[in-house]
């Protein structure tokens, strides 16, 4: 062997145990802080779903204070009168606001009517008094501006509970008594709300035998515990307390171990560029490196590193090539452009409402928080559409939701460039008027808005007509923020409608 062969082996052997020892090292730190990155990711996910069940609450409270603050609502705790029931509490209401249980308790406390949705989809009118009202003591009275809303347990199972005073139609006292609506709180809603966020989610009240070793019932209300199912899943636990703050149930979510993955895969790619590496050193000791295959490679990383940098998801790393370099810079591309669709699908998702593909709530107030920052004047138009839900109840909910389509495209249509008009939920629409500190430019912007809502709408073989009531309030006249300015408005709307409807208020 010659000297300069044992030179070559000295100097493979020594880089190569040189490269080796940095790559374990590489690899387990790689390890841990991928391990890190994963335990934050199961907490985001729990904490999402912590969220998405507080929406559930956010949406049964919305509904319940539709009905308490009523006019109709307070006569029918004075009168008991069954039309009021029968008009307003059917199958349908039930199912399209997913209602499980209906209570009504009068001023004292006491229970004078409930209805339920039973397990056939059937509608079971005068109930019995349910034994959580006592439980959960929920049969004292609430303040004009009290309510309760959380989850509790009944012998049905784990629900959603909402309780709401009721009260006049403009929100005010004294209060008459107690509006309870419920929602059932079980796996089928626990799966959609997975669904949401793309996550397999699991409720259970009893502590699966697989589970105890793992302590659960040792949890707190905002406490979480993560175990690594196997190599490619992992599951977070997060407990659910009723009213009362006892533990009632548990949520696991399970999902795939992506960055305990890509973790392994880059301790694998780590090794793979060990042996690329000792072998362009062995080719550079007999031949010339290989300018043009270490050109491209470095050519590659700065079109990453300039894509990533400019921040620009339009951004390419463009053409290398014909060969496996140009490949790896072709799926870089796809996986951008993949990326780049993704984003741009849940943003849309985020910031619009899917029936109408109008801006939603919280892109709307996004908006006006902007322009209050900023000090502009502008004035809120909270609009809701009159008869809409005597469509619903005619027609069926899909003929409802063709009706918000068409009203939604002549709102856009009537606005001013500049403006932007939502959908808050339901039949309610928000116009967000810029620049307005022309009194009577709103005025005659809201006659062409209820002229227009007016002409009749051909949905297949019926002609429809509804009409709109208008609440109109500005900044910084009426509120210095969003929800001052909503409420202001959504005051006015009322106004509107207890003046005849089919007209516009302008909050004083």
Known sequence: MTLRKKLLLASIGIITLFMVIIMVLVGIITNKIHHTYEQEQVTKQINQIRNLIDNELVHLNQVNLDYAAWDDTTNFIKNENSEYIESNFTEETYQQNRLDTVLFLNQSGQFIYGSKLNENGKLDENVGEPEWLDIYDLKKPLPPNGKITGIIQTSEGITLLSAHPILNSSYEGPSNGILIFTRKFDQELISEIGDMIGLKLSLFQEIPQDLESLKLEKLEKNDLFIREISETKIAGYSLLTDLLGHPISYVEVTSERTIYHNGKLLVLLNLLSLLVLVTIICTVIYYTFDKIFASRIIRLKESVVRVRACNNPGNRVGKHGEDEIGDLADQINEMLDSLETYNEKWKKRANYDSLTNLPNRGYLTRLISDAILKKRNFAIFFMDLDGFKAVNDTFGHEMGDTLLQLVAERLKNVVRKGDTISRL???????????????????????????????????????????????????????????????????????????GKNNYYVSK
Do not use: C, W
């Open 425 to 499: 939920g339901g039949d309610e629409f928000i116009l967000l008027v810029d620049k307005a500190s022309d009194q009577q430019m709103l005025a005659d912007l809201a006659e062409r808005i209820i002229e227009i809502i007016n002409e009749p709408y051909h949905i297949e073989t019926h002609l429809i007509k509804v009409s709109a009531s208008i609440g109109i309030a500005t900044y910084p006249q009426h509120g210095t923020d969003y929800q001052s300015l909503i409420k202001v408005a959504d005051e006015a709307m009322y106004t509107a409608k207890k003046n």
